[in-house]
């Protein structure tokens, strides 16, 4: 696999774990700080099952990692993984500059011609 496959995969898997708002949400709750999985699920109402496999995705995507000591799971925010998907979304920035510039011109323009 070229390294260019292997990265398009990797942010392919970024977007599927972003894509879910559960996902989100808990990525929300551990920027505040790592929480045990049992923490974790009782916002949703969920079952800790349920939780858990939200929380494989977000492991498998590189977005959260996970210890256990003893019986616990405790999952901390591992925000490197989104790096990625910000400098793909950052290569649409100048479109929208200019969107927005253009904009900005027809709006300006319009209330001259008032």
Known sequence: MTNALAADERLDTVFRALANRTRRAILARLKRGPARVTE????????LNAISKHIMVLERAGLVARTVAGREHICALDAAAMQSAEQWLSGYSAFW??????LAAFVEAEEDAE
Do not use: I, Q, T
């Open 97 to 102: 500059s200019a969107s927005l510039d253009s």
């Open 40 to 47: 974790l699920a009782g916002p949703f109402g969920m079952s």
